[in-house]
């Protein structure tokens, strides 16, 4: 049975996908010979601040360009951030039923932490890992190791809900089931490339796949 419940942050269960393509767009301006689209933003979103930007300027120093990108995210943050319907419902719930709650991201601990209080979810989650916390981002499993110890979890109750398939490798490196979420940028097509253990259209429907409630059509889609 399922007792800790990971869980991705941007583009999970925080609503940032605007903020973070604003954010590129800001810093990236001039950067590069053409500029670059959302597009591309999008298909690359999910890893390391500091990869995305060596990716996209095609530079190895790119202090100034991670600067530039976090100035301009912190005062955008309030305005342009937003929780996906129902997490805040889900996570009550399953802590209720006496679950741990965990968030491994590649998000830097201070905007995590500013998220997840903006959006009044702070106090579900018993550890969180960010960033600053592991030496090798998703898809590694160090962060997924780490908050298991954290929660002195064992991997055989746990799983990792993401949008990427840097959540769905790493929670397969960790050797736990994913589940993918369908509301992600990147669409079906790609989660479903990656073989996630489960795919939910609604996060109420995470209920059931961690044993809570019955499963009936369409609730979740085992992939594996």
């Given at each position: ?17 605007e903020?973070i ?7 990236l ?130 799983m ?15 050797g736990?089931?994913?589940?993918a ?5 990147k ?35 085992a992939?594996?």
């Amino acid at each position: 049975m399922i007792r800790t419940v990971l869980f991705d942050l941007d583009g999970t269960i925080l609503d940032t996908n605007e903020l973070i393509i604003q954010s590129f767009l800001h810093a990236l301006e001039g950067v590069t010979p053409e500029p670059v689209t959302r597009e591309q933003i999008i298909s690359n979103m999910g890893g390391a601040l500091v990869d995305q930007m060596k990716f996209f300027s095609g530079r190895e120093d790119v202090d100034d360009l991670v600067q530039k990108y976090r100035a301009y995210n912190i005062s955008k943050h309030d305005e342009l951030v937003k929780g996906f319907p129902y997490v805040e419902e889900v996570l009550a719930e399953m802590r209720s039923a006496g679950l741990r709650l965990g968030v491994v991201t590649s998000k830097a601990r201070m905007t995590t932490e500013m998220g997840l209080r903006l959006c009044g979810i702070a106090e579900y989650f018993d550890v969180l890992v960010t960033l600053d916390d592991v030496k090798r981002p998703k898809p590694d499993p160090e962060g997924i190791h780490a908050a298991l110890r954290a929660l002195a979890s064992a991997p055989d109750a746990a799983m990792m809900v993401g949008d990427s398939h840097y959540d769905i490798e790493a929670a397969r490196n960790a050797g736990i089931p994913s589940v993918a979420v369908a509301w992600s940028l990147k669409g079906i097509d790609y989660l479903q490339a990656y073989s996630p253990t489960y795919i939910i259209h609604d996060m109420r429907e995470l209920l059931a796949v961690v044993g809570l409630k019955s499963y009936s059509e369409g609730i979740a889609v085992a992939k594996n």
